[in-house]
């Protein structure tokens, strides 16, 4: 226990993985933490939901690292409960009219050259792809990484090859990690997402669905006597002096430390942007997101989908697949754990990228709209019998995203992990208001989604135990 935190009233806004995260960690040090969120659910982006027998997610989610990465660090720290299941293959990837399978141990060379040969890397490109994936799995120091963090993935890759094929392939690993594109990811950011989870062979789901991490930590919270309050939107952060006093919901709550979970951007908005200097309020203004995603939700009577993990190019050759079709990620969260859906049925998740919110609302529904249509035109033609399978189905857009987040934007991951946003460039969770700091996807960590909220929780809770 840290005497520093101990007896600190700390107010935590949001019960996202960063904010669930850090307030266990918190507690653990002693700290008198009271978590408020605006939900009547815990979870954000990572919640789930019940509706007639299956249990379904907020977002379409498949965990990198699970248990072995920093979700698993943090429940270890303060002893949640929780595990994590893989599939074996785990996942198949269609590009061009090809089809591969992935398996866990993706750096093994006899599984890479079959995975070169399937998805149809031309021969002559092979030494390169090869080179490249060796590159990507081996070990690096901090200032290799450091080094790589500017520099955008695309260009990167083009030191080892140019192989259409094989760019798809890495499209489809970029839009799964970070939801933006191979040109502006940072290299760095990628190889840190895909070393780490070749290293640990463990593409995995929680058991339980995705609100079993938050839940878990906010029940090892609430066993060190911290509290949560549902319902309970904070509307402003109370700035005096420069400092964070406390916060305004529903009556004024006083606070030694204030932890938004909430998002750069909309913490600025609810400390009052008057308080921040205006260097500092011009670089988060000019801050980019990561793309929105758009979601149907398939509740079916029988097994249908199979592969269970799966992402999808329609074939550029064909026009009107092209023009019909979507790009889709497809999880199938009952074949990881069965009592997410009731016996004998299935439980499928089929996502697509989207604008992250665009300012005219009637057009980013329309935008959300037409991918939509295309995601159910896409999982008909691989499925031919799905609708006759359907319980029921949920389309969710980027407005969905934003609602449930709180935010006013419905991006994925949250801000951009692009080449000028990672790293020494990251958001801090120190900001220029004394007592005020951030947690969650936007600050301080690394990694893929939910596991770069968790970072952000752990490197948070290091960096108050020692100061
Ligand atoms: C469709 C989709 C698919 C995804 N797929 C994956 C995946 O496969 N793998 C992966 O690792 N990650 C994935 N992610 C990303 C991942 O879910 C997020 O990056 C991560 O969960 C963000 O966590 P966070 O801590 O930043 O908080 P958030 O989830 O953004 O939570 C913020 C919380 O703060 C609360 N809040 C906001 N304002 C207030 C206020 N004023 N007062 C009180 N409470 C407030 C919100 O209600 C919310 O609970 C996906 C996300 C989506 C949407």
Redesign the pocket.
Known sequence: MSDGLAGKRVVV???????SGVSALLAREGAKVLV????SFP????ASFEREGFVYD???????RGGKGPLGEIADLVGAEGSYRSLEPAMQFTAGGRTAILHQEMDDPEALERLFEEIGVLPENRPGARALFEDLARERSPRELEELDEVSFSDYCSRFVDDEQLNRLLDGFIG?YMCISRKAASAAEFILCFSSQVKERSLCYPVGGMRAVPTAYLKALESMGGEVRYS???ERIVVESGKARGVEAGGFIPADLVIS???LK?TVA?AGRHNFPDNYLAWVDSLRLSFG?V?VKYALDAEVVKPHLFCYFPDFRDPELVERQAAIFVPVPSAADPSLAPPGCQLVLA?SLAPPGLEDREQAAAVCEEILNRIENTMRDLFPDIEDHVIWKIRTDTSY?AR???RRTGE???LAQNRHQVGKNRPSHVTPVEGLYL????AGGRG??????ADSALNLWRMLLHS
């Not at 979870?43 to 990572?46: I, L, S, V």
């Not at 893929?448 to 909220?453: N, P, R, S």
């Open positions: 806004i949001g019960t996202g993985i960063g904010g408020l969120e605006r939900n979870g954000g982006k990572a907020t977002g379409v989610h498949w965990l990198s799964m309970t939107p904070v979970n909430t998002g909309e609810l995603a979601s996502g995203i449930i987040s709180g994925v991951i949250g947690v969650g996807a936007d893929v989604g939910t596991e770069m909220a």
